[in-house]
């Protein structure tokens, strides 16, 4: 099992007034989402994350080993990220080659490599574009694509950086499926989102970034069961909630359209 643990962490660009600060935040469990307003510093955190930005103050403790001190080889097999934009994280001339590029950076053997490439282009569902050119793919493929080269690595944390955008349906349940089973096999899997209905279908836990600074820590249902808190720190509630609210005034919780047909049912 996997622990994040955050301690007294503060972060500023050079060139920006914008202040990351964040006193104390342990991340133990296997699927997590970070919510926030565009702007709150949810990828600054993912940037500190991965060891791409060093903090100002404060450190970062992945299993009881300080971040900072773990090699780039390490580092690789610790926290992998795929990128809002996967563009910024493709420049190989072909999908397999992309794939295999940070695996032959590790010194494999040439048969283990081809054997690991294979297993995550079929993963993502992109074994028949092995041969094109990553810029040819459409916007979900070349999310996938980026997808599969963390997945070939197998590190021990995910970080998904706004997972759902840019998908079409089918990638996003083939998305969500993938984030889970690695939660399942133990792994840490840590998405941004700013889709609070995939957010309160699919998480249990949830984090909330406002300003730099970490507002909530707790279940989808206590969250979207404090409005003011949600207003406060510029986030929706799930789609069905508010269909609720405006067609028959009821503001209780409500996940998922299934969540709500079970609180209405036999009683
Ligand atoms: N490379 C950068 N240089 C200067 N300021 C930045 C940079 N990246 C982000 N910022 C600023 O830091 C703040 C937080 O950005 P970010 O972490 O990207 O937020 P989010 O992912 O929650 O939308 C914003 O005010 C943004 O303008
Ligand atoms: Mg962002």
């Given amino acids: 099992m996997t622990t994040i643990q955050i301690n007294h962490l503060k972060y500023q660009y050079p060139t920006s007034d914008f202040k990351l600060s964040i006193d104390q935040l342990s991340i133990n469990e296997n699927l997590v989402a970070f919510a926030g307003q565009n702007g709150a510093g949810k990828s600054t955190l993912f940037k500190l994350l991965t060891g791409l930005v060093r903090p100002q103050a404060g450190e970062i403790i992945i299993n009881h080993q300080g971040l900072a001190i773990l090699s780039p080889e390490d580092r690789l097999k610790t926290i992998g990220i795929v990128f ?122 949830m984090y909330v970034l406002s300003d730099g600074q970490v507002k909530f820590e707790g279940t989808p249902e206590t969250f979207f069961g404090l409005p003011a808190l949600s207003a406060k720190t510029g986030l929706l509630t799930p789609r069905i909630m508010q269909i609720a609210k405006e067609v028959f005034g009821d503001s209780r919780v409500y996940l998922t359209p299934e969540d709500y047909m079970k609180k209405h049912s036999g009683n």
Avoid: C
């Fill in 84 to 205: 809002q934009d996967p563009s910024s994280q493709l420049f190989n001339a072909t999908v397999e080659k992309e794939v295999a590029w940070s695996l032959l950076q590790t010194g494999l053997d040439a048969s283990v490599i081809a054997d690991t490439v294979d297993k995550a282009l079929a993963t993502v569902g992109l074994t028949d574009l092995k041969d094109k050119n990553p810029f040819d793919l459409s916007l979900p493929e070349k999310k996938l694509l980026a997808i599969a080269t963390v997945l070939a690595i197998n590190p021990q944390i995910y970080l998904f950086d706004e997972p759902m955008i840019s998908l079409d349906w089918p990638s996003r349940q083939l998305v969500t499926r993938i984030m889970k089973q690695l939660a399942k096999e133990k792994h840490q899997v840590i998405a941004i989102t700013h889709d609070m209905d995939w957010l309160a279908a699919n998480f249990s836990k």
